[in-house]
């Protein structure tokens, strides 16, 4: 078995309220879930409107399944034109970890 999540860290284009905020983060949450079928939440700097952080999870049976489908998902909100990835952190574990 192997667990593989990513933080993104983002900046929020022209973004001037935490509706607004919410207007922007949502949609990339709920794509991420139904076209890759993964976990993903908002997991930080919810007080911050021109910032967001996005944590995902993913978990499979074969490790270069997991990383084709991280690398998807990276791809997909990197290429979102209203926001900006500043970073994002990746971590994998796998059966050898214990």
């Not at 933080?7 to 973004?15: E, I, K, N, Q, T």
């Not at 983060?25 to 879930?33: D, F, G, T």
């Not at 997991?43 to 489908?69: F, K, M, N, P, T």
Request: proline share 2%; aromatic share 6%.
């Amino acid at each position: 078995m192997y667990v593989g999540t990513l933080s993104f860290d983002l900046l929020l284009g022209d973004v001037r309220s935490l509706k607004q905020k919410r207007s922007v983060v949502r949609p990339i949450v709920a794509e991420l879930q139904r076209k890759y079928g993964v976990s993903v939440a908002e997991v930080g700097d919810q007080d911050l409107y021109r910032r967001a952080r996005i944590g995902l999870c993913a978990v499979s049976g074969e490790a270069g399944h997991l990383a084709d489908l991280l690398d998807r998902c990276e791809r997909m909100v990197a290429d979102r034109p209203e926001v900006e990835l500043l970073s994002v952190r990746r971590r994998f574990h796998g059966d050898e970890d214990e």
